[in-house]
């Protein structure tokens, strides 16, 4: 790993996973995801991770969701823009493409594997829902697993990577997925540096075990040397502990509502932003300075705002 002396923080705002009737405060309409985005830039984060929604929640990827997101958020802030290429597993790959491909952003995730994400468990916290759609939704990631097989990996690198010069979050769920990255490595498709994005405590992938990120840690660094940046995040509860432990270790952090709702034991956060201050604080008390938006380019190689088609 490149231990970096600056930490960026990445913040998703607003995801796929977590719906409505879970919290009052999670960005939906394409307003409410601007206003959340700027706020979290204004805090210190230098990367906004993004995925669309239509105004009552429901999943998106229509690129004229992002039109009204992007834009609006670049045209009052400097910021990373990293556009989710997840989007939700309902979604064909051409669907989860199809707001990258318009705006060939600086960043995009790539999830490293097909894998089971499920998160059916949110039907048994929530008593009251605000949409009909909600509950299946949820419910539904018990019986479909999220698909990113080896072509479609390729397919991305090659369509927002080659194509477009976008470069990657790389989201490893898993060990094995470390692996996967490693061979697209061998291929020549992925050039350092790279970031790689350590996810726990995903059902379906690596639990949020602390002796999980070292190992995930030790093992990218035999297979990757200082080729790589590295972030992790857990989902949940165990959020800023795991942001910690890689500020820690040297690395980056995410936080986020896209990956928990949380500010603290039984309190949700009423932004995102404050999520990124209180990540903030921990980095700074660690020692280590926050990384500006161009500080996360340079380490990351990105391509800057100019290759970006608004
Ligand atoms: N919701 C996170 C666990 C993506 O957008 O590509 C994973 C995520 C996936 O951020
Ligand atoms: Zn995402």
Redesign the pocket.
């Known amino acids: 790993m490149q231990r970096a002396e600056k930490v960026i923080i990445s913040t998703?705002v607003t995801?796929?996973?977590n719906v409505p009737s879970q919290s009052d405060y999670l960005p939906l309409s394409a307003e409410q995801v601007v206003q959340a985005s700027l706020e979290a830039a204004a805090a210190g984060s230098a990367i906004i991770?993004l995925?669309a929604r239509h105004p009552d929640g429901r999943p998106a990827f229509e690129a004229s969701i992002f039109e009204e997101i992007i834009p609006a958020i670049l045209s009052d802030v400097d910021v990373v823009i990293n556009m989710?290429?997840?989007?939700s597993s309902q979604m064909t790959i051409e669907e989860?493409l199809a707001g990258a491909v318009r705006f060939s952003p600086e960043l995009?995730?790539?999830?490293m594997g097909s894998m089971n994400?499920v998160y059916s468990g949110i039907a048994d916290r929530v008593t009251t829902w605000k949409h009909d759609w909600e509950k299946p939704y949820v419910l539904g990631t018990y019986s479909h697993p999220f698909i990113n097989s080896f072509d479609k990996i390729e397919y991305v690198l090659r369509e927002l990577g080659q194509k477009g010069g976008t470069r990657f979050?790389f989201?490893c769920?898993d060990i094995g997925h470390l692996y996967s990255l490693a061979y697209f490595v061998e291929q020549g498709l992925v050039k350092p540096p790279f970031m790689i994005?350590g996810?726990f405590g995903?059902l379906g992938g690596i639990g949020a075990d602390h002796a999980n990120l070292t190992h995930m840690v030790a093992i990218a660094d035999k297979l990757f040397g200082d080729d790589y940046q590295f972030s992790a995040?857990a989902?949940g509860r165990d959020q800023m502990q795991f942001a910690t432990h890689s500020a820690w270790l040297g690395g980056h952090v995410r936080v986020g509502l896209?990956?928990s709702l949380w500010i603290g034991k039984g309190k949700l956060a009423e932004s995102n932003a404050q999520q990124v201050q209180k990540i903030r604080g921990v980095v700074e008390d660690l020692g280590r300075e926050i990384a500006t938006p161009d500080d996360a380019r340079r380490m990351l190689g990105l391509k800057g705002l100019a290759g970006v088609t608004l």
């Open positions: 998703a995801g796929s996973v991770h995925h989710s290429t997840g989007g989860r995009a995730s790539l999830n994400f979050e989201e769920y994005q996810v995903i995040f989902a896209e990956d």
